[in-house]
């Protein structure tokens, strides 16, 4: 069993749907990533939480440190936001552990 | 800031040649990663540092992979003698002190070993 895993793997959506997106894990963690990787390869970090919520622009991270579960919300989404979605832990110090990423498709 | 620097971007070799992968992380960062993405396994962490020192390097395949970080503004990850095996996207990653704050990926180095 990963000890990240992330569901759904594969989501299409028509532009303008709400997304969710789910990652769970089983270790104990200090802080956990929400990284965005597009066709081409490019990594960036979304968000770094490690309580409660955070929000930027159409994107919403939350995270449940007692159920460890996080979600990732995309409100009002848009084709550019296809991409794959990783969510990563930060495990004993700065050690990440990945999920195997959800693989977003947004159609117009 | 340019943001964390790898270079090259591709890299095509030949299996038994060496391969040199370099890192610029962010200034004023001091823990900087290697991982490398393939299809089968994702994302895997080779080996970090922190203040220039190695913290962990559990994730380094083998003895053909050496990683060192002479200061704080370059790294470099050695692969000796190349396997096609190797082929996969490396990427270098930076974040301020041991809190993930900042957290930023280079470009990755597409390798390629035939």
């Known amino acids: 069993k990963n000890e990240v895993e992330q569901s759904p793997q594969n989501l299409t959506a028509q532009e303008g749907e709400f997304i969710t997106i789910n990652c769970s894990y089983s270790?104990?963690?200090?802080?956990l990533h929400w990284l965005q990787q597009h066709p081409g390869g490019g990594i960036v970090s979304l968000f770094m939480?490690?309580?409660g919520k955070k929000k930027h622009g159409r994107l919403i991270a939350t995270i449940n440190i007692q159920e460890k579960h996080s979600s990732l919300h995309i409100t009002a989404s848009h084709p550019r936001d296809s991409a794959v979605y990783i969510c990563?832990?930060?495990?004993?110090?700065?050690?990440?552990?990945f999920g195997t990423g959800t693989r977003l498709q947004v159609f117009p | 800031d340019a943001g964390v620097i790898q270079s090259p971007r591709h890299e095509v070799t030949e299996m038994g040649q060496e391969v040199t992968l370099r890192c610029k992380p962010i200034?004023?960062?001091?823990?900087l990663f290697w991982y490398r993405q393939t299809m089968m396994r994702g994302l895997e962490l080779l080996i970090y540092?922190?203040?220039?020192?190695?913290?962990?390097d559990s994730g380094m395949p083998e003895d053909r992979f050496s990683a060192k970080m002479p200061n704080a503004s370059f790294s470099t990850l050695k692969i000796q003698p190349s396997e096609p095996r190797d082929s996969a996207v490396y990427f270098c990653?930076?974040?301020?002190?041991?809190?993930?704050?900042?957290?930023?990926f280079g470009s990755g180095t597409r390798l390629t070993v035939v």
């Open positions: 990653a930076s974040s301020l002190q041991r809190s993930g704050v900042g957290y930023t």
């Open positions: 270790v104990g963690i200090s802080a």
């Open positions: 939480l490690s309580s």
């Open positions: 990563a832990v930060v495990y004993n110090t700065d050690k990440l552990i």
């Open positions: 200034s004023g960062h001091n823990s």
């Open positions: 540092f922190n203040n220039n020192v190695p913290i962990d």
